[in-house]
Structures are given as structure tokens and as C-alpha cells.
């Protein structure tokens, strides 16, 4: 899960901001298009994540989406939950460092980020992401449940970008999207076909990136989703043989009865 060298190359290409931020003002009245539906495992009461998918999301959002966009509310270790174990958990954050201390002599320093450390932001502050993006690019810590139809929203955003229409003229910095209110947005296009190495799994189209990372918010945005799942599942089984044990003793009580 090393980082890959384009991320740096990407990064002055990621200056827009992702999943609806840095709006401009809408072109004519358009409305943007309903996302397109997709399957998704981790839908429904009996949902799952597809780890592995997590998992090639995981490497898209290093590669691409980490240039600008944060996760301040993952912590490295969360990662377990994917299945990667403790050594490729410490691995994988020992790529990033962290601003630690003081230490002994009042001094701040420098480490390697660790599994109890938040993911590492790519900017210092939000200051510092305003000064190079124009406006600070939002956490995706949340995005999924931040959007009404949140996963088809984010893949459909993702996966929407075309040559805009010859009688629509486009401001300066911003590019049609299909799926994004009023069409014009300031985040270019960050997925293509190949444009990650996968080594294993499908082919790495831009659908399947998109449709990879989406999977990886869902999961950032409720890690916990499959054990409240899991329970609601075991108190509806319980309350219905509660409810079949109260009938059946009401059914012996009135019987006894008459």
C-alpha cells in the first residue's frame, strides 16, 4: 500500500474541492441529473461491506483523493476492521508523519504516524488548504451521509464529467459535470481508466475506481455499520419470539380460564 509517486504529481490538479465544494453560481436554470443507480453491498438490513473493494478504495483515496481531502475522523487502526492486520496497519501509516510532543527539552517534533493516530491531513490547517485551493477542500470523513443518495451522488459525481454543450459557456476553473447542481464545478476530473494500479482484482476503470472509493467512504462515514446492523437484526429475531411465547401463554391463560 505504498504511496504512489503521482499523488504529488496530482496535487496541483486535485486544487478543486471535492463532492460539492467551491460551488459556483449554477449555469441557467439546469438542474443537475439524478446519479445513476448502482448496486452496493453494504445497502439493505442484511448489507455488507465488500472489504476487498474497501480495501482498492483505500489505494484510490491514498493515490488521488489524499492530495487534498482528509479523513480526520479515521484513525489508522479502524483500518483492522477492513481486514489488514496489525503489521500492515503500521506499515501503512509509517508512510505518513505526524507533528508529536514536546519532548524532554519543550521541543515539538517529528514521527511516523502510528495506529492510534488520525489519518494525516494533507494540509496543516484549514488556512493553509484555503491558501492553495481557494477554499479549504471538505473532510470526506462524512460525505456519504452528508448527501441525500449519498453513494450513487459521489459515484455519479466522480464518473460525470463531460465536454460541456456547445451553447453552454463555462467560467474559467470550472468543468460540466452531469450529476452536479447547475453542472459547473471547480474540481477537475481526478479518475481515469488505469489511473491507479490495482494488483489485484477487476480492471481499473474509471466506473470501478469510482465505484472502489465510494465503498471506502461508506465505510469511513459508519465503520460500525455491520454490528448496528447485526443487532437490530438479533432484537427484531428476539422480540418476535417474545411476542410468539406472550401469544401462545395469553392463548393457555384464557383456555385455563373458560
Given at each position: 500500500?505504498?504511496?504512489?509517486?503521482?499523488?504529488?504529481?496530482?496535487?496541483?490538479?486535485?486544487?478543486?474541492?471535492?463532492?460539492?465544494?467551491?460551488?459556483?453560481?449554477?449555469?441557467?436554470?439546469?438542474?443537475?441529473?439524478?446519479?445513476?443507480?448502482?448496486?452496493?453491498?453494504?445497502?439493505?438490513?442484511?448489507?455488507?461491506?465488500?472489504?476487498?473493494?474497501?480495501?482498492?478504495?483505500?489505494?484510490?483515496?491514498?493515490?488521488?483523493?489524499?492530495?487534498?481531502?482528509?479523513?480526520?475522523?479515521?484513525?489508522?487502526?479502524?483500518?483492522?476492521?477492513?481486514?489488514?492486520?496489525?503489521?500492515?496497519v503500521a506499515?501503512?501509516?509509517?508512510?505518513?508523519?505526524?507533528?508529536?510532543?514536546?519532548?524532554?527539552?519543550?521541543?515539538?517534533?517529528?514521527?511516523?504516524?502510528?495506529?492510534?493516530?488520525?489519518?494525516v491531513s494533507?494540509?496543516?490547517?484549514?488556512?493553509?488548504?484555503?491558501?492553495?485551493?481557494?477554499?479549504?477542500?471538505?473532510?470526506?470523513?462524512?460525505?456519504?451521509?452528508?448527501?441525500?443518495?449519498?453513494?450513487?451522488?459521489?459515484?455519479?459525481?466522480?464518473?460525470g464529467y463531460?465536454?460541456?454543450?456547445?451553447?453552454?459557456?463555462?467560467?474559467?476553473?470550472?468543468?460540466?459535470?452531469?450529476?452536479?447542481?447547475?453542472?459547473?464545478?471547480?474540481?477537475?476530473?481526478?479518475?481515469?481508466?488505469?489511473?491507479?494500479?490495482?494488483?489485484?482484482?477487476?480492471?481499473?476503470?474509471?466506473?470501478?475506481?469510482?465505484?472502489?472509493?465510494?465503498?471506502?467512504?461508506?465505510?469511513?462515514?459508519?465503520?460500525?455499520?455491520?454490528?448496528?446492523?447485526?443487532?437490530?437484526?438479533?432484537?427484531?429475531?428476539?422480540?418476535?419470539?417474545?411476542?410468539?411465547?406472550?401469544?401462545?401463554?395469553?392463548?393457555?391463560?384464557?383456555?385455563?380460564?373458560?
Amino acid at each position: 500500500m505504498a504511496v504512489a509517486t503521482r499523488m504529488i504529481l496530482r496535487a496541483a490538479a486535485l486544487a478543486g474541492l471535492m463532492f460539492a465544494a467551491a460551488a459556483v453560481p449554477a449555469l441557467a436554470a439546469t438542474e443537475a441529473m439524478e446519479p445513476p443507480e448502482q448496486h452496493w453491498s453494504f445497502e439493505g438490513i442484511f448489507g455488507r461491506f465488500d472489504k476487498a473493494a474497501a480495501q482498492r478504495g483505500l489505494q484510490v483515496y491514498t493515490e488521488v483523493c489524499a492530495a487534498c481531502h482528509s479523513l480526520k475522523y479515521v484513525h489508522y487502526r479502524d483500518l483492522r476492521a477492513l481486514g489488514y492486520n496489525e503489521e500492515q496497519v503500521a506499515a501503512y501509516a509509517a508512510q505518513f508523519e505526524v507533528e508529536d510532543g514536546p519532548d524532554g527539552n519543550g521541543e515539538m517534533y517529528t514521527r511516523p504516524a502510528e495506529g492510534r493516530d488520525p489519518f494525516v491531513s494533507p494540509y496543516p490547517n484549514d488556512k493553509a488548504a484555503a491558501a492553495a485551493n481557494g477554499v479549504a477542500p471538505p473532510d470526506l470523513s462524512l460525505m456519504y451521509k452528508a448527501r441525500e443518495n449519498g453513494a450513487n451522488y459521489m459515484y455519479g459525481l466522480l464518473v460525470g464529467y463531460v465536454d460541456a454543450p456547445e451553447e453552454v459557456e463555462m467560467t474559467p476553473g470550472t468543468y460540466y459535470n452531469l450529476y452536479f447542481p447547475g453542472h459547473a464545478i471547480a474540481m477537475p476530473q481526478t479518475l481515469f481508466d488505469g489511473g491507479v494500479e490495482y494488483e489485484h482484482g477487476p480492471e481499473a476503470t474509471k466506473e470501478q475506481l469510482a465505484h472502489d472509493v465510494v465503498t471506502f467512504l461508506a465505510w469511513a462515514a459508519e465503520p460500525k455499520l455491520e454490528h448496528r446492523k447485526a443487532t437490530g437484526v438479533a432484537a427484531i429475531l428476539f422480540l418476535l419470539v417474545l411476542t410468539g411465547l406472550l401469544y401462545a401463554t395469553k392463548r393457555k391463560v384464557w383456555a385455563d380460564a373458560h
